[in-house]
Structures are given as structure tokens and as C-alpha cells.
């Protein structure tokens, strides 16, 4: 049972948590549709409202980083992570298939609409956690941190490592513009 003070507690991490993802969501609706993907991005990470998504964010919830990072270090991987990957396209996770020649599962191609997607939820994320620290040269900083551990198909990581990287030298309008137009990979 619960004490008041933990009660109070989890209150707190509910109301957080749910600011946190929703002004996440917004960020990326906002992103979309300079992407030129708005109706895509008004479905973004609706999952996260989920009940196993939801009440693993408020129990590990930080507000600097993601809860699926706690509820990782208690168990070993995250409930929430793996509903949540498994559900939304726009993460390179969700694109993994098992390849007959090689006989193991290897990451795909991702469609060019969610790997638009996915470059908006990296922004808004970096913008969320960074919050008044935030430069255009976190997201790409982040994505080269783990660039060697992901397992993510070859030509979708550098088409958001070259988007990245254009954020960072030339800003938010110019990279925009570039995917906007940009139809295939």
C-alpha cells in the first residue's frame, strides 16, 4: 500500500509526465508540417497515452530523460519501449525483418514518410530535454553518441545523419525546405 507521500508522489510524476509527452507531441505536430507530413504527425506517439506506456513514464519518470531509461535499469529492458517501438513506425526499431540469405533479422528500409517522422521526433526530443540549453547541434551530437550501437539499415541512417547535419549548419528553415522535397531515398 501506498503512503499520502507517495501518492503525492506519482501525482506529481503523472502531471509531469504528461506535460512532458504532450508538449513532445506538439512539437513534432509542429515539425510534420513543416515536413510537409502534418497529417502524419497528428497521430504521433499516441501510444504514450497507453496504459503500459503511460504508467511506466509516471513510475520512472525524470524529466530529463526518458523513463523507458529507469524501468530499464530496474529490469533489464522496458515494457513500455517495446510497445511503444512495436506500434510506431517513425522509430528505426519497428523496421527490422528476418532476412532468408542471412538467416537472421536485420533492419529494412524505412518508408521516406516516417524516416521525415523520425527526424521530427529527434528534434522535439532534443528541444524538450534541452530545453533553454538547446542548440540545432544537439540532435545530431545525440544521433553520432549511439551511431555505432544502433542497428538501423544502412542508407536510412545516413539520410537522417545528412538532415542532421544540415540542421546543425544551416538551421531549421533550409533542412525543412530539403525534406519537404524530398520524395525518396
Known amino acids: 500500500m501506498l503512503n499520502s507521500g507517495e501518492n503525492m508522489g506519482y501525482l506529481k510524476n503523472g502531471i509531469n509526465h504528461f506535460k512532458t509527452i504532450t508538449k513532445h507531441r506538439h512539437q513534432v505536430i509542429k515539425h510534420c508540417f513543416m515536413a510537409g507530413i502534418g497529417f502524419q504527425g497528428l497521430f504521433h506517439d499516441l501510444s504514450k497515452y497507453s496504459p503500459v506506456e503511460f ?74 530535454y534541452q530545453g533553454d540549453n538547446y542548440t540545432n547541434n544537439h540532435p545530431i551530437e545525440y544521433f553520432m553518441r549511439g551511431k555505432g550501437n544502433r542497428s538501423i539499415h544502412d542508407e536510412t541512417s545516413d539520410l537522417v545523419e545528412k538532415w542532421l547535419t544540415i540542421l546543425a549548419e544551416k538551421g531549421e528553415k533550409e533542412v525543412f525546405r530539403i525534406i519537404k522535397n524530398t520524395k525518396e531515398y
Open 55 to 128: 504508467v511506466g513514464g509516471v513510475k520512472y519518470y525524470f524529466g530529463t530523460r526518458s523513463p523507458n531509461e529507469g524501468e530499464r535499469e530496474k529490469y533489464g529492458y522496458s515494457r513500455a519501449w517495446l510497445h511503444h517501438k512495436g506500434r510506431n513506425r517513425h522509430h528505426f526499431e519497428y523496421w527490422t525483418d528476418y532476412n532468408p540469405v542471412a538467416r537472421k533479422v536485420m533492419p529494412v528500409k524505412m518508408p521516406i514518410n516516417y524516416v521525415k517522422e523520425m527526424f521530427c521526433d529527434r528534434v522535439a526530443a532534443s528541444k524538450i
